[in-house]
């Protein structure tokens, strides 16, 4: 039975990933799911930089490792499983200091069996992470950090450790394309422009927001958006 909350308003997820299960919850709440998957994670081919960084770690030149997402971190692994380095790049992950973004890197750490010292509270952006990694390491000069970016560089929190002294070097493993099929996003423009949308649920950065959430989970926002969806829902038809 479903639970109450949208009360029949049409729902816009733009996940990608995990589409299937965000529409499930929807449904749970009372949505009827609008699904248009936004972007897709494509592995840069051929990634040398991933293999020099592995070269590099096996040999004792980085202090920290930093990974900011779970699909980035196993892509990071499979490309240096590719050039027959997986097992070495473990053992030396194994040897430095390892910090993480949230609970998704740090699953996959754990799969690893790969201690991490530090991991960002919530809500888990940059920002949380570089607090604990100041709090840890008052004096960040000369350290020398990894990051493991996914789609976008994240610029800030590179020029922020390099503001405080710290080496960085940042590893791509994937960058984001539109879906192959891009007919679902051009449905949903003019399903916007006709307002035929109740509600929009974004699940990637703060792209246009009337609520945050409490917590980064994708249960908690459509549990959260489905308590506030009526309110939200008729304040913007009268404007």
């Not at 299960?21 to 897709?40: D, H, K, T, W």
């Not at 799969?111 to 991490?116: A, L, M, R």
């Not at 949380?128 to 390491?137: A, C, I, P, R, T």
């Amino acid at each position: 039975m479903p639970l109450p909350g949208f009360n029949g308003l049409k729902v816009l997820s733009l996940e990608s990933r995990r589409a299937v299960e965000m529409s499930r919850l929807i449904e749970n709440y009372g949505g009827q799911p609008v699904s248009a998957p936004a972007m897709r994670e494509v592995p840069l081919a051929h990634n040398e930089n991933a293999v020099a960084f592995a070269r590099g770690l096996i040999a004792g030149q980085f202090d920290l490792v930093i990974f900011l997402t779970g699909v980035g971190a196993r892509a990071l692994l499979q490309a240096i499983t590719e050039a027959q380095l997986g097992e070495p790049f473990l053992q030396a992950l194994g040897r430095v200091e390892v910090a993480v973004r949230g609970p998704k890197p740090l699953a996959v750490l754990r799969e690893w069996k790969i201690p991490v010292a530090l991991t960002a509270p919530e809500p888990c952006t940059w920002r949380e992470l570089l607090g604990v990694l100041v709090d840890s390491h008052p004096r960040l000069n000369g350290v020398r950090v990894v990051v493991q970016e996914y789609g976008v560089s994240s610029v800030e929190f590179v020029a922020a450790l390099r503001e405080r002294g710290a080496i960085v070097k940042e590893v791509a493993v994937y960058h984001w394309e539109l879906p192959e099929d891009t007919s679902p996003l051009r449905a949903t423009v003019s399903a916007l422009i006709g307002k035929h949308i109740d509600v929009a649920l974004f699940t990637t950065g703060v792209q246009a927001v009337d609520l945050e959430t409490s917590h980064p989970k994708m249960g908690i926002l459509v549990k959260e958006t489905a308590e506030q969806s009526a309110a939200l829902a008729s304040s913007k038809r009268a404007n």
